[in-house]
């Protein structure tokens, strides 16, 4: 235990040193737009229809910067006075209600034809070039508001385009939190499959990768999605 509070790289170890205390800021994203509801079936039955009830809220970043101050990257547990405590798997299952067992969540870090993907799947491809990635204001742009006329088919891809939203806007932001890898839109062509991917140990993963980032005292900001579960009613687990 000593030997992990000495640590010189963690924060723990450089508050008496700073003139003023270090409160993280929050880079906080979200969808921006609430689901046709029309939409909700197809969510729900690819299992993101509670994490499409996910908004945002205010935090005390005081206390979340008091909490990455006792998380230890070392064991992935929080260090407290009353014991070591964990954020679990069901903790992430009940918060949004994403599976968390079945297939981990992988995908091609290249799409070798990205507009046809998107033409297969989401009806409308942002280029006819090589890209990687779908910007947020895109895909606001094309699915916010479905037509009355919307076929079954076009509800699906409007349904793609939003978890799409989800994934990379709440779920699994990057550090600019402006666009979603494509990665991911392959594990929606089936959305009765896509539950059978383990989307609640990713966001772990993730929310882990975050907590361990942010005990750099360099650090200034914390992922907004990440703290939602941090932040929210997170059932803690005592570890012996």
Known sequence: M???IDSTNHISSSINE???YRALKSRIHSVGFQP???LIPFLELAEFGSAALIRTFNLRYDLISALVERWRPETHTFHLPCGECII???DVALQLGLPIDGNAVTGVSLISRP????????????SEGN?????????KANFEYLPSTATELEVMQAARAYIMHLIGG???TDTHGSEVHLMYLPLLSNLHNTRSYSWGSA????LYRELCRTTDPSAVDIDGARIRVTGGHTRFRYTV
């Open 2 to 4: 000593d030997s992990l």
């Open 18 to 20: 700073m003139v003023e």
């Open 36 to 38: 046709d509801e029309c």
């Open 88 to 90: 679990t798997l069901e």
């Open 115 to 126: 507009a046809r993907l998107c033409y297969d799947l989401l009806g409308r491809s942002p």
């Open 131 to 139: 890209f990687q990635t779908l910007k947020f204001s895109w895909l």
């Open 170 to 172: 709440v779920l699994m």
């Open 203 to 206: 966001v772990l993963a993730i």
